[in-house]
C-alpha cells in the first residue's frame, strides 16, 4: 500500500506544525498462496521472499513495467535444493530458463516488454528455506 500525507494548522497550544509523508514502496515483500499458476501471478515490485512447499512446486510472479525495459532480475537460491527460473514474454512464453543449485545467487538480464512473468520451481522439496528475488531497472 502507498500512502501519502500532508497536513498543517495549530495544534492546542497554538504552534503552527506541517505533516508531511512520502511515498514508498515496500523494499520486500512475502509470497502469497495461492500463486502456482500464471492467472494468479503475484505481482512483484522491488523484492519478494517465497517458499518451496513441495517438489516441483512453481510460484509465478508478474513484472508490469510503464514501458519495454532491461531488468535485472537476481534470484538468491534454497539451501539444500534446486530451483528452476524462468523469464516469460507478456504472453508467458519462457524466453530463458536458468538453474539454480543450492544457495547460489543468479543473475538474468532481460528486456521486459512492459508485463512478464518469472517463474520459480522447485527440483526438490525444501520448505524450510526461502528464495529472494530482486528486480533492478
Same mark, same amino acid.
Given at each position: 500500500t502507498i500512502i501519502e500525507v500532508s497536513s498543517s494548522g495549530n495544534n492546542k497550544s497554538g504552534n503552527s506544525y506541517e505533516l508531511v509523508t512520502e511515498k514508498s514502496v515496500p523494499v520486500s515483500t512475502l509470497e502469497e498462496e495461492p500463486n502456482n499458476e500464471? @492467472? @494468479?501471478s503475484q505481482l512483484i515490485v522491488n523484492e519478494i521472499i517465497g517458499y518451496t512447499n513441495s517438489k516441483k512446486d512453481k510460484d509465478y510472479y508478474k513484472l508490469e513495467l510503464p514501458d519495454r525495459k532491461k531488468v535485472k532480475i537476481s534470484v538468491s %537460491? !534454497? @539451501?539444500?535444493? !534446486?530451483l528452476d527460473l524462468s523469464v516469460t514474454d507478456?504472453? %508467458?512464453y519462457i524466453v530463458r530458463t536458468k538453474k539454480i543449485r543450492n544457495d547460489e545467487t543468479v543473475k538474468i538480464i532481460e528486456t521486459i516488454d512492459r508485463t512478464g512473468y518469472i517463474i520459480v520451481e522447485s527440483k526438490k522439496?525444501?520448505?524450510?528455506?526461502?528464495y529472494t528475488i530482486r528486480i533492478e531497472e
Open positions: 500464471l @492467472k @494468479k %537460491g !534454497i @539451501k539444500n535444493s !534446486i507478456p504472453d %508467458g522439496e525444501n520448505q524450510f528455506y526461502p
